[in-house]
């Protein structure tokens, strides 16, 4: 049986994957936005939108629960954190 405790440390583990993902996000947005092949940098955005729309809910809940803890320690970038399953078209 996982405690609370320990389900709470994979929590942890699987926030530094997002917070990796939120890195690579906005460096993409970055790169489209100022035109630095932009293409390739859409194309990706896509390619990732598509992987976490195919999570399915209980993946999307996951996802938007570590993205709720990371906006939580970060104020400043919370905003974006908080509508990036919007940006990305994900269904919640």
Sequence with gaps: MITQ???GG???QGDGVV???LTAVA???LLASQGHDAHVALSTLEGIA?????MGPDGHRQFVAALERI???DPYQAAWVRGLPDALGLDR
């Design 27 to 29: 460096t993409l947005e």
């Design 5 to 7: 405790q320990e389900a």
């Design 10 to 12: 994979a929590a942890a």
């Design 19 to 21: 917070r990796a993902l």
């Design 50 to 54: 598509h992987e976490l729309d195919s």
């Design 71 to 73: 906006a939580a320690d």
